[in-house]
């Protein structure tokens, strides 16, 4: 089933005494523009995309060290692995090497990747029809910290050892918005469908699910709506940046804690079709 026409989609998450995505420059405190406002990178939103897809079933090629499914160790023994792109690589033909990996993983035909090995004699870059752009919060964050201590001895000694400092951020209440599109064009290009689309559509809906840790306990982090533009035509009729600006949120409350605290008013344009789904 090919790809029929553009999509755009934008994702409304709840954090609640959570750590969305930790700075690792920063004492891994929560990503923060410089106007205050929390951030999520579209690094990390693919990788929990990715992460969903590869729970619904789906072949990654990206997929985290813990959770790979496959006994590859490296991206390098995934690709060697795959028998058409390898004799795809002796061709040297680049075409029928994207092709193939596009083929075997969904990560791949939907967000792209560059394939550069040091023990390959073939680049291949492959550009995805999936677009997600950082998260950004609505209003600017409050961020809590608390120090933690060891109270445990890491290794077998006589005597205790000195109680190890640390710190834990968590941001305490904020609504962040996520936005993508899928363009025609790549799409056909990588050979990305309809069906496809759905899954992506599926996995942003369920976005936090199997997605907990100590910096983020179940329940912390809520997809609350997902909205899904279709567009009438394989280009588009109207601009990302025109169908994004259809969702206005407002804060009700001076200090908005729930999702209701905000008020959510989505605009329209002639001939673009709304699908409103509410996050699980």
Known sequence: M???????????????????????LNGNRPRETYDG???ISDVCIKRKIRNRLQDMGENIFVQSDERADDGCKSLADRAKNNEEMQKAQKDKNKEQYAEAACKTWIDVRSFGQVFAFKDGNVSVGVRG??????????????VDSMQITKSVNSETKDKKSSDTMGMKHKV??????????????????TGFSDEDAEKIKEALRTLFVNDSSSARPDGSM??????????NCPMGQYSSAKVHRLVKVTAKVDDPKRFEDYEVVVDSLPDLVLEEIEGI
Do not use: T
Not at 4 to 12: A, H, M, R
Not at 129 to 142: N, Y
Not at 176 to 182: A, D, P, R, T, V
């Open 172 to 189: 305490h209440s904020a609504m962040y918005i996520i936005k993508g599109s899928i363009n025609h064009q790549l799409a056909e290009k």
């Open 222 to 231: 809520e997809v609350c709506k997902v909205y899904w533009w279709k567009h």
């Open 2 to 24: 090919n790809f029929k026409n553009k999509i755009d989609f934008e994702v409304l998450v709840m954090v609640q005494d959570a750590n969305p995505n930790g700075d690792p």
């Open 129 to 142: 029809p999936v677009s997600v752009h950082s998260a950004f919060s609505v209003l600017p964050v409050s």
């Open 37 to 39: 406002y929390g951030e």
